[in-house]
């Protein structure tokens, strides 16, 4: 396969910082982060709860520059062969900016943490600590979840951990199939999404769960993890459930029929809709509960 000529997407003309920042945080991605934490706060019956939002405020950049600027930093290597990096699907940064990363996602991430630990129960910190470290090692070494195959896709069910965050925080009883359902739609999504980099990341050295298993294999993978996630939604929500077996289905059919990298990446915008329209409708069930005076 041919290298790509490293290409920067870098500061080039007159643009602030923070919009460099906010790009490198994947702003089309906060819905994993924000829209869950949301989401979290309505299951428990309150529509806004002023508790919430220091945790909700932190969900948006601060703690998705954290994820994705470490990420950057440690995968410098592999963003540069890879043709996605650099869009609206990811930064590529250059090695001066790493400095620039660091203290950012540093002075965005700590005074939420010293607030946490002050206003929130133990448990909430905890749940916290678990959620922030396991982003920060899936790239980060000694642990690199990132290369590990297994450990990468299954380090990403805590994108699921703020519908247990919120309810602990809030000291509310989290809705436990919700949680579960979300944990394991989160693994196969990682998994899924990772296929579209099989070459990039062959070519790095680097194994994931996607490139051990090869695109068919990962889409029988990440089928089982949503057909999980959709029994346990159906304990909450019958609606979301079939949404999300829907989506599922269509995702994993197309990828089986054709199992190739070209296709995962074609499919990826699908992919990233997944969130927004499985959790959009989750979220006005809730809403509309909440509002008719239903909520349990």
Do not use: C
Not at 41 to 54: N, R, S
């Amino acid at each position: 396969m041919t290298t790509p000529e490293p290409r920067s997407d870098a500061i080039t003309r007159p643009t602030s910082t923070l919009a460099r920042l906010v790009h490198i945080s994947r702003p089309v991605l906060w819905i994993n982060t924000i829209g869950t934490g949301a989401l979290g706060m309505w299951l428990t019956g309150q529509l806004i709860d002023v508790a919430a939002i220091p945790l909700l405020i932190w969900l948006t950049l601060p703690f998705n520059l954290l994820i994705y600027g470490v990420n950057d930093i440690f995968d410098q290597d592999t963003d540069a062969l890879n043709p996605r990096k650099g869009s609206i699907e990811g930064a590529r940064i250059e090695p001066r900016e790493v400095k620039l990363i660091a203290w950012a996602v540093a002075v965005t991430n700590i005074p939420f943490l010293i607030y946490f630990v002050i206003a929130l129960p133990l448990a909430a910190v905890g749940l916290i600590l678990l959620y922030a470290g396991v982003f920060v090692f899936y790239s980060a070494p000694p642990l690199r979840f990132k290369a590990r195959p297994f450990l990468d896709s299954l380090s990403n069910a805590a994108y699921g951990l703020p519908l247990l965050i919120l309810p602990v925080a809030l000291e509310a009883p989290p809705v436990w199939p919700a949680v579960g359902g979300l944990l394991a739609w989160s693994v196969a999504k990682h998994a899924y999404d990772a296929v579209q980099d099989i070459e990039e990341d062959r070519e790095a050295g680097i194994t994931t769960t996607a490139v051990l298993l090869g695109p068919r294999g990962t889409a029988l993978w990440s089928g089982a993890w949503w057909l999980i996630s959709t029994v346990l939604f159906a304990l909450v929500s019958v609606p979301v459930a079939i949404v999300n077996l829907l989506i599922a289905g269509v995702l994993v059919g197309l990828l089986l029929r054709r199992p190739t990298p070209a296709t995962a990446h074609r499919l990826y915008r699908l992919s990233v809709a997944f969130p927004y329209v499985a959790g959009g409708i989750a979220s006005v069930i809730v809403l509309a509960a909440i509002v008719l005076g239903a909520y349990p």
